[in-house]
């Protein structure tokens, strides 16, 4: 069976010069105010830790350390896959920057060095926003344009398929009034037609009105013209002249 893939993350480490102005245990006890911290000392120096997710056996995955000693800060904090390496940076050094604020009056940090640091770091961020602005940008132009191609096929074919409904319609009627012809082309067949037709003759005085007999049996002028043709061609009927 295969086994899942951890993927650990990432871990780096930052280094503030400075010293304290007060004492160690005025500091933790400055420290021991912040929420969401862990905060301890072994007399010398000031950890806190501020876990913000587990991995799935409980040991902390995305956390950041920062130890307060005589000679400066050391910054340790972890960085998870497939995560913005300088949005994490950024979220780090403005977490330091709200503790620095906090022992402004117990702690002076070395503020070139810190300002540069965060100067980089800003700097590496607002690069990766305009790379990935840029991205989107041309994202988006390319989903407009498509947009734009798929919006104006779409009229065509909205315009195409009315076009299409009315021939449907007109198509639908001229089939309608085709069956119907065919209809009354049907409703005799030849042979009762021209007993029909004979009929007709003997009481008229051998003459025949074609559109009074198709009216009278509801055929049409065509049918009784093709049946009267049929008979002269087979002698049932002469033409006068």
Do not use: C
Not at 23 to 28: L, P, R, T
Not at 178 to 185: G, S
Not at 222 to 241: A, D, F, H
């Amino acid at each position: 069976m295969a086994e899942n893939t951890v993927l650990l993350p990432k871990v780096e480490e930052l280094q503030i010069d400075g010293k304290v102005k007060t004492s160690i245990s005025d500091i933790k006890s400055k420290l021991s105010k912040l929420p969401f911290y862990d905060v301890g000392s072994d007399g010398t120096s000031v950890t806190v830790a501020r876990v913000e997710s587990r991995n799935i056996d409980k040991m902390p995955y995305l956390f950041h350390i920062v130890k307060v000693n005589q000679s400066g800060i050391d910054v340790t904090y972890s960085i998870i896959p497939d995560t913005s390496e300088s949005m994490r940076r950024a979220y780090v050094i403005k977490s330091v920057a709200g503790i620095l604020s906090l022992l402004s009056n117990d702690y002076e940090a070395d503020m070139p060095k810190l300002l540069q640091y965060i100067e980089s770091t800003l700097g590496n961020l607002m690069e990766g926003i305009s790379q990935n602005y840029n991205i989107l940008y041309n994202k988006y132009e390319a989903l407009t344009t498509e947009y734009r191609e798929i919006k104006r096929l779409n009229n065509e074919l909205s315009a195409s398929n009315k076009n299409i409904t009315v021939q449907i319609s007109q198509l639908s009627e001229e089939n309608k009034e085709l069956r119907d012809e065919l209809d009354k082309l049907k409703k005799y067949s030849d042979e009762a037609l021209m007993g029909l037709v004979q009929e007709w003759v003997e009481v008229h005085d051998n003459s025949i009105d074609t559109e009074q007999f198709a009216k009278n049996y509801s055929v049409s002028v065509p049918r009784v013209e093709q049946i009267l043709n049929k008979m002269v061609t087979l002698g049932y009927l002469e033409v006068k002249s």
